[in-house]
Structures are given as C-alpha cells and as structure tokens.
C-alpha cells in the first residue's frame, strides 16, 4: 500500500506564507510526476504545480512567481512554497503523486487526504 500524507496547512494572513509538505511511503519502486491541486466548495479541483522526477515544474497561472514546488527524491517527498498569499488561494490542498509500487507495473494515482488553506486578515 501506498499512502500520501501531508502537513502545513493553516490559517494565514494576507501577504504572508505557508509551507505544505507531503511524504510518501510504503512499497514504493519509483514516483513519477508529483503535484499539488486544491479544490474549493462547488469547484473542481485544479492543478497549482507540479513537478517531475527531474525537477521539471509547471505551474497555474494564478501562483506564478508567488509559489515555488520542489521535491527530494530521496524522501520522496515533496513541498509547495506559498508566498505572497492572497484570499483566492484559500481551499483545501491535495498532494498527488504517479506512484509505481514494488510489486506493480504501472503507474497509479495517489492522493492525500488534503490539509486546508485560509488566508484571512
């Protein structure tokens, strides 16, 4: 088994930071692209940013120059830096993870549980 879980999530002021952090652990062989999505109530979940073994990144529009995505491979682990927040960015955070396990072939998608977001003043 697989489990995704993360940490860092809270409440925040307008213009301040958090930092989100999700560990991976179980039989794990390798992990491909590992990403953050949030989702608020009535909306879909939305990519923020991602990145690849490699360290290639991606990401929304929205977060550019304001958050930083970055993993250790080694912990397989990886972080989302949240600076410069604003009250749009309030939503529940989702960790995800393209996860080969020890005994698979493929590639499956993991989620974590979520860790919630509120910028307010």
């Known amino acids: 088994q697989v489990q995704l879980v993360e940490s860092g999530g809270g409440l925040v002021q307008p213009g301040g930071s958090l930092r989100l952090s999700c560990a991976a652990s179980?039989?794990?062989?390798?992990?491909?692209?590992m990403g953050w999505y949030r989702q608020t109530p009535g909306k879909e979940r939305e990519l923020v940013a991602a990145?690849?073994?490699?360290?290639?990144?991606n990401y929304a529009d929205s977060v550019k120059g304001r958050f930083t995505i970055s993993r250790d491979n080694a912990k397989n682990t990886v972080y989302l830096q949240m600076n410069s927040l604003k009250s749009e960015d309030t939503a529940v955070y989702f960790c995800?993870?393209?996860?080969?396990?020890?005994?698979?072939?493929?590639?499956?998608?993991?989620w974590g549980q979520g860790t919630p977001v509120t910028v307010s003043s």
């Open positions: 179980g039989s794990i062989f390798n992990i491909n692209v």
């Open positions: 995800n993870g393209q996860v080969r396990g020890d005994s698979g072939r493929v590639y499956l998608n993991y």
């Open positions: 990145v690849t073994t490699g360290g290639t990144t």
